[in-house]
Every structure is written in structure tokens, then in C-alpha cells.
């Protein structure tokens, strides 16, 4: 088992311990978190991306990724900014890193932020890791109408 697989089988039994998301595992090198309450398929995930550390939200679900950018054009927030501001309430002390929104070629809406660093430096950074994760669950679940519920 690699080094990688090893941190994210740590992040993994965290975020199982914090029960703020359904089933976590881990599949390919790839940490996937399924958002507890979304009535579609979504999962925050932290993999490797062309060597570099990501945190993202992915849905194969038209409609949700539609309904989170009608969302927050409603609301007039940036998802830049709501980043920052639960990363900040998180002690998250380094640079926000961007969030970028497109459809990936295995056909997934996908909203990921690089982190700058890869595989190597994870172990050293797996604080920051969670932190992200977590902020990623903070600004998305309200967005899109994932928090389940009767409308």
C-alpha cells in the first residue's frame, strides 16, 4: 500500500467519524465521500489529478450542477468567497485555492479546486486536506438542494 493510499485511508476513517457525509470509501487512488443527503448521485472526493492534490465535488447529475450555479447567481455569492470564508472559520491560514466548474471527460459536473502540491507533500499537509474537504462540504451541501428534505 502506498504512501497516498495510506493518507487517504486516514482522511477516509476521519471523515467517517465526523458522519457528515454517506458512504466513504476509497476506489483507485481516490477518496470519495457521497454527499449524505443529495437525492442524486454526488461525492466530494480528494485525488490525484496529473500528479496534483485535488478536493472536488463530482455528480453525473445535469440538473444538480445546474441548480447549484442557479443558486448562487440568486444569491449573488462567489463560490471563491464561500470558499475562503468557511476555510477561514476552518484556521485554514494558506492561500484559498480557485474552484473551477466543467463537465470532465468521463462526463461528470465536476467543481475541483488543485491544490499545488502533490502525493509527496500530502502526508505533511493532510490537515489542510481535511480542511478543504470539509469547506467543500460546507459551501455545497446548503447549494443545489442537497441537504435533502421536503421543498
Not at 60 to 67: A, H, I, T, V, Y
Not at 95 to 111: A, G, V
Request: proline residues 3%; negative net charge.
Amino acid at each position: 500500500m502506498t504512501t497516498w493510499t495510506n493518507i487517504l485511508r486516514s482522511i477516509a476513517d476521519h471523515a467517517s467519524t465526523l458522519g457528515l457525509f454517506g458512504e466513504v470509501s476509497i476506489h483507485n487512488d481516490r477518496l470519495d465521500c457521497r454527499a449524505k443527503d443529495a437525492d442524486v448521485p454526488a461525492y466530494f472526493r480528494i485525488d490525484l489529478q496529473k500528479g496534483v492534490v485535488c478536493v472536488s465535488l463530482v455528480t453525473p447529475d445535469r440538473w444538480l450542477s445546474q441548480s447549484i450555479e442557479q443558486d448562487l447567481v440568486h444569491t449573488g455569492d462567489k463560490m471563491s468567497d464561500l470558499l475562503d470564508e468557511e476555510l477561514a472559520d476552518l484556521g485554514h491560514t494558506s492561500t484559498t485555492p480557485t474552484i473551477e466548474h466543467f463537465r470532465s471527460d468521463d462526463k461528470l459536473y465536476t467543481f475541483v479546486s488543485r491544490l499545488g502540491f502533490g502525493a509527496d507533500q500530502a502526508a505533511a499537509r493532510k490537515d489542510e486536506l481535511i480542511r478543504v474537504l470539509l469547506a467543500y462540504h460546507a459551501v455545497f451541501t446548503p447549494l443545489g438542494d442537497m441537504e435533502g428534505g421536503d421543498e
